[in-house]
């Protein structure tokens, strides 16, 4: 069964490899008579993930600034995005930041990046190691690849893995809008029904490149741990909550939750422990238990009514600053008062 097209923009300096990478991943022969690209240029392949078939549409743009003008409308409705930089100018991986900040410009919230370090074979003219590369897309929450377009090297593994994971998250988007997208009442008000999106991310460290593009446009955060193991609640401390801090906003409501209350008997984290824990991060805390279904609704609840309230106050503290801006800049001058002295 056939699924929408995945769009999929390759990006980077000119002369990076870009038409060559697209060419050996569509299987083309002859690499040696790839051109330069004008504009902006149209490629598909059909691949299987997860089963389904998928039309893969690469968008290869030219690095020029010349050209630079036609690109942001092929950003449009792009799933996935493909950083390349040529390892052996440095140059052009010191602007993938540049083009990073460009797509952001364009491209809907939810994307994945891949960043690709290319002419991985030209080992002896490198510039970029490779660990400055992988340090700078872990960083990001970039996927990170070196590949070789001239000797197809990893270059069929850049591009699934990029497609693979775009098409897995844009799959877990629709299940969280039909499944995970309960309306809350916020203040008991109909006009005032709130629909949340709660992501269920991974907590092993394997994941930890991705992390940033969960953390990224989020409202609230839930820092879960199991009151029957310390350890849990020790890594809270000293690992997820420094992550959540360093990758969301000021106005992030932050709430730490202690699941499994009804082991009692196993409890190792007490609630006065928690307690000042939450209170030296200023963060909201509740304990719950789902087996029992013990505070797991007032919890949500609380979470959703704080990120609202502080969505609002943020927008009232805008507005007062715009139209205190207006009122000084409309204020008529002040004119000198001359002095009456004639001393």
């Known amino acids: 069964m056939a699924v929408d097209p995945l769009k999929t923009i390759v990006i980077g300096e000119a002369n990076c490899g870009k038409s060559w990478l697209i060419s050996s991943f569509l299987g083309k022969d002859d690499l040696n008579s790839v051109g330069t690209t004008i504009g902006v240029e149209f490629h598909s392949r059909q691949i299987e ?4 078939s998928v039309a893969v ?3 290869d743009t030219a690095g020029q600034d010349k050209f630079r003008a036609v690109v942001p409308q092929f950003y449009k409705r792009a799933r996935a995005i493909a950083l390349v930089y040529d390892v052996t100018r440095y140059e052009s991986f010191r602007k993938i930041e540049a083009w990073f900040e460009e797509a952001q410009r364009y491209i809907e919230k939810y994307y994945t990046v891949m960043l690709i370090g290319n002419k991985m ?5 490198r510039q970029v190691p490779t660990e400055e590369g992988y340090n700078y897309a872990k960083t990001k929450g970039f996927f990170f690849m070196e590949t070789s377009a001239l000797q ?10 990029l497609v693979q994971q775009s098409y897995r998250q844009w799959k877990r988007m629709e ?11 916020v203040e008991e008000q109909p006009v005032n029904k709130k629909r949340a999106h709660f992501w269920d991310t991974g907590g092993q ?8 593009l969960y953390y990224r446009g989020a409202n609230a955060v839930i820092l879960a741990y199991d009151v029957t193991s310390h350890f849990s609640f020790v890594r809270i401390k000293e690992y997820w909550m420094q992550q959540a801090r360093q990758y969301t906003g000021e106005d992030c409501v932050l709430m730490l939750v202690g699941t499994k209350i009804d082991l009692q008997k196993r409890r190792e984290v ?7 824990y939450a209170r030296e991060y200023k963060c909201f805390l509740a304990e719950t238990s789902a087996l029992k279904n013990i505070n797991v609704q007032s919890t949500f609840k609380k979470i959703v009514e704080e990120t609202y309230k502080r969505k609002l106050d943020t927008e009232h503290k805008r507005t007062s600053e715009a139209i205190e801006a207006i009122r000084i800049s409309s204020a008529p001058p002040v004119e000198e008062t001359k002095s009456s002295c004639r001393c």
């Open 49 to 52: 993930i997860d089963g389904k």
């Open 57 to 59: 549409q690469l968008w």
């Open 121 to 125: 074979d030209l080992t002896e003219e």
């Open 152 to 161: 197809e090297t990893n270059v069929e593994p850049a591009f699934m893995e």
């Open 175 to 185: 299940v969280v809008s039909e499944k995970a997208s309960d309306v809350i009442t």
């Open 205 to 212: 460290e394997r994941f930890d490149s991705v992390m940033p």
């Open 270 to 276: 007490t609630s006065v422990e928690a307690m000042e």
